[in-house]
């Protein structure tokens, strides 16, 4: 079997040619998500305590299951 290089599948590049519009892309990805998020209410399904687990940022220590609510336009 072939090994599969490094940087084989890096979206924005890395190195010297990495791509310029990294920081708008990644932007524009929050921009949009927070858009759409707007429009739901969230909820956690189950009593399961969510534990954390520190690494470089703090993260949860398993998945957390959610409900999603979309909410009414009032007009």
Not at 11 to 36: D, E, H, T, W, Y
Not at 46 to 57: D, P, Q, R, S, V
Request: net charge positive.
């Amino acid at each position: 079997m072939e090994k599969t290089h490094p940087f084989a599948h890096i979206p924005f590049g890395g190195g010297p040619r990495v791509c310029i519009g990294q920081n708008m892309a990644k932007m524009q990805i929050l921009l949009v998500v927070s858009a759409i998020i707007q429009n739901y209410d969230f909820e956690l399904t189950g009593k399961k305590e969510i534990g954390m687990h520190a690494m470089m940022l703090l993260k949860p220590d398993g998945p957390i299951n959610m409900k999603f609510t979309r909410l009414t336009a009032v007009t």
